[in-house]
């Protein structure tokens, strides 16, 4: 039953993932790859947000955290994504913009999630 529940939730987050890419390369362009760093910044924060959320603040179950977080949110990031990213920014030889983008993508994904922890912790206290 655990592997339907995280195939469905896939399904939803590499959707949400697909309109993401969409969305932010008709307002960003393609020439970088915006797109696949904001899926990881938001990504992150999402997850930060949930586990604070799900974990000692709300009577979430098992089965739903799996498909929330190894589901939707695992189909939705894209680590594999930005490893490609990188690798072409390097085979183009950009060595500066894949050293921003590895820099940024982590950097403020950590950030990301971080605030989403301390936003739920926030609003709840």
Do not use: K, Q
Request: hydrophobic share 55%; proline share 2%; aromatic share 12%.
């Amino acid at each position: 039953m655990n592997y339907l529940i995280v195939f469905l939730g896939g399904g939803l987050g590499a959707a949400a993932r697909y309109g993401m890419n969409i969305g932010v390369a008709r307002v960003a362009g393609s020439a970088f790859p915006w797109h696949t760093m904001v899926i990881n910044i938001t990504g992150c924060f999402i997850m930060g947000a949930l586990t604070e959320l799900m974990a000692p603040r709300l009577n979430i179950s098992n089965e739903m955290r799996l498909f929330l977080t190894t589901g939707i949110l695992g189909g939705y990031t894209t680590f594999s994504a930005f490893a490609l990213d990188f690798a072409l920014l390097m085979e183009r030889r950009d060595a500066a913009g894949a050293a921003a983008y590895v820099l940024a993508s982590v950097g403020l994904s950590l950030i990301a999630c971080f605030i989403g922890l301390w936003l739920v912790r926030t609003l709840a206290a």
